[in-house]
């Protein structure tokens, strides 16, 4: 789906006549004609205020050009409820809800997840702990999170 559609749709969704979106984020109700007819699309700044205003992120307001991925665990964020959030509420398209929460790392280390994902997650190969361990870090390791550290 492309931004223009995306956005129509969203001000449907809501409820909402050109006029009442572009009170919400502060434009006029041609800069909302324009970005529904595709003749323009809103600045940087302005999808940072569609995306808090509406809950949703900012890869879903693009049509998700981008595939993501936890850059802490490497789950895929195929919907926007996956995707953690800043402690004033805004998207953080990096991580997971589930490995970034209200603004600090759930996992403070890298052993701590490997922990985690070794007695977690499904083993229907039945491989060994350390071999598996050896495994999620050579995985993890490739992730920015842990390229940082």
């Not at 802490?72 to 805004?90: A, K, Q």
Request: glycine share 6%.
């Amino acid at each position: 789906m492309e931004v223009k559609e995306i956005l129509k749709n969203l001000r449907e969704k809501n409820g909402l006549t050109q006029d009442q979106m572009a009170q919400r984020v502060n434009v006029t109700r041609q800069a909302v004609s324009r970005w529904e007819t595709g003749e323009t699309q809103p600045n940087p700044e302005l999808l940072k205020v569609l995306s808090r205003e509406f809950n949703i992120s900012i890869n879903t307001l693009l049509g998700s050009p981008r595939t993501l991925f936890c850059q802490c665990c490497g789950m895929p964020l195929t919907e926007d409820g996956m995707i953690s959030r800043e402690p004033d509420g805004n998207f953080n398209e990096d991580y997971c809800t589930w490995c970034y929460t209200g603004g600090s790392f759930v996992y403070k280390s890298k052993d701590s997840l490997l922990d985690f994902l070794v007695k977690e997650m499904p083993n229907p190969e039945n491989k060994p702990a350390d071999e598996r361990r050896a495994t999620f870090d050579t995985q993890l390791s490739q992730l920015q999170h842990w390229r940082k550290q």
